[in-house]
C-alpha cells in the first residue's frame, strides 16, 4: 500500500452529485507517536463515538491479526476520504466472491452503520433540523449535532416520518451484515482520528466534517493524535445491539401519532415545518411584545410550552409498537453475548470494550471492575423481567407497580403530563415484586455515580 500523502497534497475528485458536482479532499493521517491518551471531551467520547465511530476504519497496527486484510485496507482507503458508499459497494463484492471472510462481513456492517448516521445527518440538515434552537443551546451551553442550515427547506409531517422510516431501513440493513459475523473470529485495526462524514450531503469534505477532531487528542501543532481501536467480533455484537436500541427508539416515534404535536409546534426544531401554526402566525418577529421580548423569541417559548403539552400520542400501529419489545429484547440478549465473548478473548489491543481483566481500553476514564460487570449483567435480567412483567416498574406516587408487558399488550394513548402526574399509570398498576430504591442506589454506588455514561457505553 502506498505510504500516506503529507498533510498538503490534496486529492480531488469530481462526480455527479445531488446539487453540483462532488469534491472530495483527500487528508492523509499524521504521522506522530501515540504516546499517552488522555479523555479530551468525556461527553463527546461516549456520546459520539459508540454511534458513529464503528464505521470509520484503517489499518494502523501492522502487527495486530487480521490487519492487512483487503477488507481493512479497502475501508482505509474509502472511508478515510469519505467516500462511505464506495466502500459498502466494495465490501459487499468481497463477501459474494469468498464465503466466510468475516473482516469483510464485519467491515460491511460497520461501513452501513456509519451511513445510515450520515444519511439521517444528511436528511435532517437538509430541513433545518435545530436550526431555531440556537438560543435554547447557548442558555444550557448545549451545541446541536446537525449544523445549522441557513437555508432549510419546507418539511412535512409525512416527509419527516419518511426520514424515520428511512433510518429504520438503514440500520436493519447493517444488523443484517453484522449479523453474518455470528461468533467467528473477525478484528479490523482502525485509527479513528482521520475519520471523515460529509454531514450536510454538501460532496464538500472541510474541516467540520472531520470527525476524528472530535474524539481526537490534539497535538501542541494542531494535529490529531492518533485514535486506535482494534473491533473485533464482540462489537460486531455490540454494535448490533445499538442498532436495536435506536431502531427501537426510532419505531417507537413511527408506531405513535404525533401529528398533533407536529402541527402546533414542531417548527421549534424545523424553522419550515408545514403545519396549521406556520401557516396562521404572521408579523415581524422582532417586534416586541407584552412579554418584554422579541416574538421570535416569544414564539419558541411558546412552541415548547405547546411541545410539552401535546405529547398525548395514541398509538396508531399496534404490530410496530410490539416491535419495539422485540428489540429491547434483542439488546439484551445480544448484550449477554458481547460479554460472554469478551470474557473469552486471549488478547489486549486496544479494546474499544474491555474486560475487567484487560488494560487496555481506548476510553480510560471508563473503568470495567469485575464488580460493574457483574452489577450490569444483574441489571440486564432485571430489566428482562420488567418486560416481560414479572419485575413491576416504581411509580412515586403509587405503592403498586407498572406491569411493563401491558403497555405493550394493551396499549393506551401515550400522554407526557399525566405520565409524570400518575393517572396514565392507572390502567397498568399491578400486584407483585417492584424493584425498590435501595436496589438502584446500590447499583449507582458501584459506578460511582456515573451510571448514565456506563450504560449507554455497555448499550
Not at 443484517?176 to 454538501?202: E, H, M, T
Request: include cysteine; charge should be negative.
Amino acid at each position: 500500500m502506498a505510504n500516506p500523502a503529507s498533510r498538503s497534497e490534496k486529492a480531488v475528485d469530481d462526480r455527479p452529485h445531488s446539487g453540483g458536482s462532488r469534491r472530495f479532499e483527500r487528508v492523509a493521517p499524521y504521522n506522530v507517536p501515540t504516546g499517552e491518551r488522555r479523555v479530551k471531551n468525556p461527553i463527546l467520547n461516549f456520546l459520539l463515538a459508540p454511534v458513529l465511530a464503528c464505521g470509520i476504519a484503517c489499518p494502523v497496527v501492522p502487527g495486530a491479526a487480521h490487519a492487512e486484510t483487503g477488507a481493512t485496507a479497502l475501508v482505509q482507503t474509502y472511508l478515510a476520504n469519505g467516500r462511505i458508499g464506495e466502500a459498502e459497494e466494495q465490501l459487499l463484492a468481497m463477501t459474494a466472491a469468498a464465503t466466510g471472510n468475516t473482516d469483510a462481513q464485519f467491515g460491511l456492517g460497520l461501513v452501513r452503520s456509519a451511513r445510515a448516521f450520515e444519511k439521517l445527518s444528511q436528511a435532517l440538515y437538509r430541513v433545518g433540523f435545530a436550526s431555531k434552537a440556537q438560543g435554547y443551546q447557548a442558555l444550557f451551553g448545549l451545541r446541536a449535532p446537525i449544523p445549522v442550515n441557513p437555508n432549510p427547506q419546507p418539511v412535512t409531517y409525512d416527509e419527516f416520518r419518511a426520514i424515520l422510516a428511512a433510518f429504520v431501513a438503514d440500520l436493519e440493513s447493517a444488523d443484517r451484515a453484522l449479523q453474518a459475523v455470528g461468533d467467528k473470529p473477525a478484528k479490523l485495526s482502525v485509527d479513528l482520528s482521520i475519520a471523515r462524514f460529509d454531514w450536510n450531503g454538501d460532496g464538500m469534505l472541510g474541516v467540520e466534517d472531520q470527525f476524528g477532531t472530535a474524539i481526537s487528542d490534539i497535538n501542541d501543532d494542531g494535529s490529531t493524535k492518533p485514535f486506535l481501536v482494534s473491533f473485533d467480533t464482540a462489537d460486531a455484537k455490540w454494535l448490533r445491539g445499538y442498532s436495536n436500541i435506536l431502531m427501537a427508539v426510532t419505531k417507537t416515534w413511527l408506531s405513535h401519532d404525533f401529528s398533533e404535536t407536529w402541527d402546533y409546534s414542531f417548527r421549534l426544531l424545523f424553522p419550515r415545518a408545514v403545519s396549521t401554526m406556520a401557516a396562521a402566525e404572521g408579523g415581524d418577529i422582532h417586534d416586541n411584545t407584552l412579554f418584554g421580548v422579541e416574538k421570535q423569541q416569544a414564539d419558541d417559548l411558546a412552541d415548547l410550552v405547546t411541545f410539552l403539552h401535546t405529547i398525548r400520542w395514541p398509538v396508531q400501529d399496534k404490530a410496530l409498537w410490539a416491535e419495539v419489545r422485540d428489540h429491547l429484547r434483542a439488546v439484551i440478549a445480544l448484550n449477554r453475548e458481547t460479554w460472554a465473548l469478551i470474557g473469552k478473548e486471549a488478547d489486549d489491543d486496544h479494546e474499544w470494550l474491555p474486560g475487567p481483566r484487560q488494560t487496555s481500553g481506548v476510553l480510560p476514564s471508563f473503568n470495567v471492575t469485575e464488580e460493574r460487570f457483574q452489577a450490569w449483567l444483574g441489571l440486564l435480567s432485571r430489566f428482562e423481567a420488567a418486560l416481560d412483567g414479572t419485575l413491576l416498574i416504581p411509580h412515586w406516587r403509587f405503592s403498586k407497580g407498572i406491569d411493563a408487558a401491558k403497555l405493550f399488550d394493551e396499549p393506551q394513548s401515550f400522554d407526557l403530563i399525566l405520565w409524570v402526574t400518575g393517572p396514565a399509570a392507572l390502567p397498568y398498576l399491578s400486584e407483585g415484586p417492584v424493584m425498590t430504591g435501595n436496589e438502584w442506589n446500590q447499583i449507582l454506588a458501584i459506578f460511582e455515580g456515573n451510571f448514565a455514561a456506563y450504560a449507554f457505553y455497555f448499550n
